[in-house]
């Protein structure tokens, strides 16, 4: 067996490269998601200029693709970071070794933050008290079904929330898949407006290059799904998803504030899960984020861990050593609350 690791940016690829990546993610359902697909990789590395690709051959034949962009010259995140919300090889189910790629992609290390439980490659590069659950709207058996199994004080709610805004403002009606350039950057001001971390994303022109592109971009491994709720003539709630054979990933999603008692960004959810169902989607993954609401409208779900493969096993060891002390002493901190916040003991 001789493996052997090329490093190319993800424009170099071409297309019998674009066809093997995507037969490698249409083998597990999981893969079959928008942020492993070549497409997302393209319009990262038309953005950011140290988005890389390593090709992985075993005896020539291409086994195995890693996206990943250059946080330093020596050091990679997730491609696409902050906004790729699942990462990991895109493989043929080729047995990888992990910290040899790496190596030979001649990198230091590579930081992953939500990597996907089934990838047996970066099993033992999970770091402690990482996992999380990436939840999702199952709407394999039709949209009247999927709402016969939420929570009755959820479905209740909210019919009664959108009687009263169309009371209120006018009839309630999504729009799915608006091209408008305004809605997106609708989307991006709400979104800002809530969260200083949305704001500080934003700061950086590359992300707002990659949601235009990506907005108009409808290829079968990745596409852009902008859709806006609105009530008369008022938008009340926008959504941003990325496309693929396996669903709808959500990914910008934000309501106007002043409407909030209404939980329009609730109600755009489920008017999304409908058009969905009418269009034979079946799913939405609404990503690794443990909001409330999420647990509320999702059924199924699958892990996701944070960690990093390191190409030296002894600054491999002294990272482990440095987190095992950290955690140690946060766990401290829990069991002595009066002492971790400065108090003292007679």
């Given at each position: 067996?001789?493996?052997?690791?090329?490093?190319?940016?993800?424009?170099?690829?071409?297309?019998?490269?674009?066809?093997?990546?995507?037969?490698?993610?249409?083998?597990?359902?999981?893969?079959?998601?928008?942020?492993?697909?070549?497409?997302?990789?393209?319009?990262?590395?038309?953005?950011?200029?140290?988005?890389?690709?390593?090709?992985?051959?075993?005896?020539?034949?291409?086994?195995?693709?890693?996206?990943?962009?250059?946080?330093?010259?020596?050091?990679?995140?997730?491609?696409?970071?902050?906004?790729?919300?699942?990462?990991?090889?895109?493989?043929?189910?080729?047995?990888?070794?992990?910290?040899?790629?790496?190596?030979?992609?001649?990198?230091?290390?590579?930081?992953?933050?939500?990597?996907?439980?089934?990838?047996?490659?970066?099993?033992?590069?999970?770091?402690?008290?990482?996992?999380?659950?990436?939840?999702?709207?199952?709407?394999?058996?039709?949209?009247?079904?999927?709402?016969?199994?939420?929570?009755?004080?959820?479905?209740?709610?909210?019919?009664?929330?959108?009687?009263?805004?169309?009371?209120?403002?006018?009839?309630?009606?999504?729009?799915?898949?608006?091209?408008?350039?305004?809605?997106?950057?609708?989307?991006?001001?709400?979104k800002s407006l809530k969260y200083y971390?949305?704001?500080?994303?934003?700061?950086?022109?590359?992300?707002?290059?990659?949601?235009?592109?990506?907005?108009?971009?409808?290829?079968?491994?990745?596409?852009?799904?902008?859709?806006?709720?609105?009530?008369?003539?008022?938008?009340?709630?926008?959504?941003?998803?990325?496309?693929?054979?396996?669903?709808?990933?959500?990914?910008?999603?934000?309501?106007?504030?002043?409407?909030?008692?209404?939980?329009?960004?609730?109600?755009?959810?489920?008017?999304?899960?409908?058009?969905?169902?009418?269009?034979?989607?079946?799913?939405?993954?609404?990503?690794?984020?443990?909001?409330?609401?999420?647990?509320?409208?999702?059924?199924?779900?699958?892990?996701?861990?944070?960690?990093?493969?390191?190409?030296?096993?002894?600054?491999?060891?002294?990272?482990?050593?440095?987190?095992?002390?950290?955690?140690?002493?946060?766990?401290?901190?829990?069991?002595?609350?009066?002492?971790?916040?400065?108090?003292?003991?007679?």
């Amino acid at each position: 067996m001789a493996v052997q690791v090329n490093v190319v940016r993800p424009g170099e690829l071409g297309p019998s490269e674009a066809a093997l990546w995507l037969r490698f993610q249409q083998r597990l359902s999981v893969t079959l998601n928008p942020f492993l697909s070549l497409t997302f990789a393209r319009a990262i590395g038309r953005a950011r200029p140290n988005a890389r690709v390593a090709v992985i051959e075993d005896d020539g034949r291409i086994e195995a693709f890693l996206a990943y962009e250059l946080a330093t010259r020596t050091i990679a995140r997730p491609i696409g970071w902050p906004m790729n919300d699942l990462q990991g090889f895109v493989s043929s189910g080729a047995p990888l070794d992990a910290r040899s790629i790496v190596r030979m992609a001649g990198l230091r290390g590579w930081r992953f933050d939500h990597a996907f439980a089934e990838q047996q490659p970066l099993d033992r590069f999970h770091y402690r008290g990482t996992s999380v659950r990436s939840l999702e709207i199952d709407l394999s058996n039709g949209y009247q079904a999927y709402l016969e199994n939420r929570p009755k004080s959820v479905t209740r709610a909210g019919s009664q929330r959108r009687r009263a805004l169309q009371r209120q403002f006018g009839t309630v009606s999504l729009e799915w898949g608006t091209s408008s350039t305004e809605h997106l950057r609708q989307l991006i001001a709400w979104k800002s407006l809530k969260y200083y971390g949305t704001q500080e994303l934003f700061f950086d022109p590359s992300a707002q290059q990659i949601l235009e592109e990506l907005a108009t971009t409808s290829n079968e491994d990745c596409g852009g799904l902008l859709s806006v709720l609105i009530a008369g003539e008022r938008p009340v709630a926008i959504h941003f998803g990325l496309t693929s054979p396996r669903g709808i990933c959500s990914w910008f999603h934000a309501y106007d504030q002043e409407l909030a008692r209404y939980s329009p960004g609730i109600m755009m959810l489920f008017a999304l899960a409908e058009e969905a169902t009418a269009r034979s989607i079946t799913r939405i993954d609404l990503g690794y984020g443990q909001d409330r609401y999420k647990f509320r409208l999702a059924t199924p779900s699958y892990t996701v861990f944070g960690g990093a493969v390191w190409a030296n096993s002894g600054e491999a060891a002294g990272r482990a050593l440095y987190r095992w002390l950290v955690n140690t002493l946060f766990d401290r901190r829990d069991e002595q609350p009066e002492l971790a916040s400065g108090a003292t003991t007679s």
